[in-house]
């Protein structure tokens, strides 16, 4: 199943485990529309040739939603009782954080073998240097970035640019060192609006005539993206001042080579870790290895911010 926010590579790591199974001769069935799929039993028996061609797609083929129901003791029972109707012996649960909590809930509960794939854009998943989603995303924030600059340079304008990461800046800092924006703000670190104001000075005695902030929407600069562009407007009359919210596009497009080669690594190691009894566990990307992790301590783990990338922004904002 795939569940929560869509992400771009969601569809090829289904494919992956997929013809994992065929690979191994284990029957695979998809769950659609995540946990609220799995409580009303909405199921489909997938073969290898039923994952033609989706390696290129960007959503689910699966769909996904959020479920209620699925919070509750009586949904999850109902959810187990479908499992077992249809002789479902294991589940791979691709998504993040929010569905990797109910799967735990659910293992607990009912000793269901469970193995998560991470799926999410914001990359923010303990136990991975990369999520699905995440690299393709960051290149469709670079180069719509790209674009903007042409035109905030055309007409000598100060652009915000919001880019998702409600809790982690991975998108904002990424992008914002690769687009060469002239500031970044992240939620990890909340650098002030005095801070960012001496920065936009100082790029405007050093000749630059535009510039580019990068926010990440989860930032605590201020309350939102346009109450910053306002308060530039007020303390800084000399620049013209407009706001570009990139939102979902961030999460559709072609995933990227790295994310279709990732998802089809992580799918397999998701199969093979359930052949071999193994349950409760994440996989993930550390140091070009595929590796497993405890899904409990990937949602608890927490994530940091590269300190040495912080680093290289504030030097290539002179």
């Known amino acids: 199943m795939t569940s929560g926010g869509d992400s771009p590579g969601m569809n090829a790591a289904i ?22 799929g799995l409580i009303e039993g909405d199921f489909i028996e997938l073969t290898a040739r039923s994952v033609n061609n989706i390696i290129n797609k960007g959503g689910t ?13 009586e949904g999850r029972a109902k959810a187990y009782e479908q499992l077992k109707e249809n002789e479902i012996e294991a589940m791979v649960v691709i998504g993040g954080d929010g569905s990797f909590t109910g799967a735990v809930i659910f293992n607990e509960e009912y000793d269901f073998p469970v193995i998560g794939i991470p799926g999410t ?54 992008a914002g060192v ?22 936009l000075k100082k790029s405007r005695r050093t000749g630059k005539s535009s510039s580019i902030v990068v926010v990440a929407e989860g930032d ?46 992580l799918g397999v190691k998701a199969v093979e870790l359930l052949l071999d009894g193994k349950t409760n566990l994440m996989v993930g990307l550390q ?22 990338l912080l680093r290289v922004s504030d030097i290539m904002t002179t």
Do not use: W
């Open 15 to 36: 494919r992956s485990v997929v013809r994992a199974c065929a690979y191994y001769r284990v029957s695979s069935v998809g769950i659609y529309r995540g946990y609220e």
């Open 61 to 73: 083929i699966l769909k996904s939603a959020r479920s209620a129901g699925f919070r509750t003791e």
């Open 121 to 174: 854009i914001d990359n923010d998943i303990f136990g991975t240097s990369h999520t699905l989603g995440y690299d393709t995303a960051l290149n469709t924030a670079v180069e719509a970035i790209d674009k903007i600059r042409d035109t905030a340079s055309s007409h000598n304008r100060l652009f915000f640019v919001e880019v998702m990461g409600r809790d982690a800046g991975f998108i904002a800092l990424n």
């Open 178 to 199: 690769g687009a060469g924006a002239e500031e970044i703000l992240i939620p990890e670190e909340n650098l002030g609006l005095d801070r960012m104001l001496e920065s």
């Open 220 to 265: 605590k600069s201020g309350k939102n993206v346009y109450e910053l562009a306002e308060y530039v407007e007020q303390n800084l009359p000399e620049y013209d001042v407009r706001v570009s919210v990139l939102g979902h596009m961030q999460r559709g497009g072609s995933p990227s080579c790295f994310d279709r080669v990732l998802a089809s690594r």
């Open 287 to 308: 140091n070009n290895e595929v590796i497993s992790t405890s899904i409990a301590e990937a949602i608890k783990g927490g994530h940091s911010i590269n300190q040495e």
